[in-house]
């Protein structure tokens, strides 16, 4: 159950920190055989990038992930441990989402945006569509009022609130979001950082993205390769999960 929930709090809480508003996964590519030629929505992303998870003894953990997304709509994250040995696959459409540990046989389910369990700390509630969010480098909420700013140590500090009322700071320097900070559930301060910015589909965004929880780093995510059109098969909008499976919990 710790594999489990270290792997929900890399999906998961990457997300709680707030990054940024966005959409979803793509169409699936027809059957080759039959002659028949299906185009990729202009939206459709796929991205690679590495996991590493700090755990509370300190110890880090590395996985590999991809995500396949069509902002808004659909979304597929697999993660992949030592030896390509797949850890943890995620689908999330607008009908409910569904996540599997195929190491650990367990499963969860659930509806609407936010995925997690509620009152559960190792598997944190997070906004699925935020995830897309960073890989197309956008950092901050897509709906925000600004309340606020102030000069400290170079870097404008800017206070803010979302549309739904949530508010937030962030820093920013040269017109470039330096971090994101904002209150977790339990009260105590989430704080994402951005770093090592670099051109990815012609898009400006940080390859390093890491995440602190009361002042202490818990996920890093390292951000290979991202493709833009990308078509994916139908196989990806399907994720099964054996009646032999239990659900996380029971």
């Known amino acids: 159950m710790r594999a489990a929930g270290s792997i929900l709090t890399v999906l998961v809480l990457a997300l709680l920190a707030g990054c940024a508003g966005s959409r979803g996964v793509s169409g699936g590519a027809c059957d080759a055989s039959a002659g028949?030629?299906?185009?990729?929505?202009l939206d459709s992303l796929r991205a690679k990038f590495q996991l590493n998870i700090t755990q509370e003894d300190g110890k880090v953990q590395e996985f590999d992930a991809v995500l396949f997304s069509v902002p808004g709509k659909r979304y597929r994250l697999e993660l992949t441990g030592p030896l390509g040995i797949g850890v943890a696959s995620m689908?999330?459409?607008e009908s409910g989402w569904?996540?599997?540990?195929?190491?650990?046989?367990?499963y969860v389910k659930g509806s609407g945006y936010m995925v997690g369990l509620l009152?559960?700390?190792?598997?944190?509630?997070?906004?699925?569509?935020?995830v897309a969010a960073l890989f197309e480098g956008k950092l901050l909420p897509e709906r925000f009022e600004k309340e606020g700013s102030a000069d400290?140590?170079?870097v404008t500090v800017v206070k803010a609130k979302e549309s739904t009322g949530r508010l937030f700071t962030y820093g920013e320097k040269d017109g470039r979001v330096q971090w994101l900070l904002r209150q977790g559930r339990d009260g105590k301060p989430e704080k994402i950082v951005f770093s090592d910015v670099g051109t990815l589909e012609g898009r400006e965004m940080p390859k390093n993205i890491r995440f602190e929880r009361d002042g202490k780093p818990f996920l890093e995510i390292r951000i290979k390769k991202v493709t833009l059109g990308k078509p994916f098969s139908l196989g990806t909008w399907r994720l099964n999960?054996?009646?032999s499976y239990k659900a996380v919990g029971e």
């Open 36 to 41: 028949c030629v299906q185009e990729a929505p």
């Open 91 to 93: 689908l999330w459409t």
């Open 98 to 106: 569904q996540m599997v540990f195929p190491t650990e046989k367990l």
């Open 119 to 130: 009152n559960d700390n190792t598997l944190p509630l997070v906004h699925i569509h935020q």
């Open 152 to 154: 400290s140590a170079g």
């Open 241 to 243: 999960i054996p009646k």
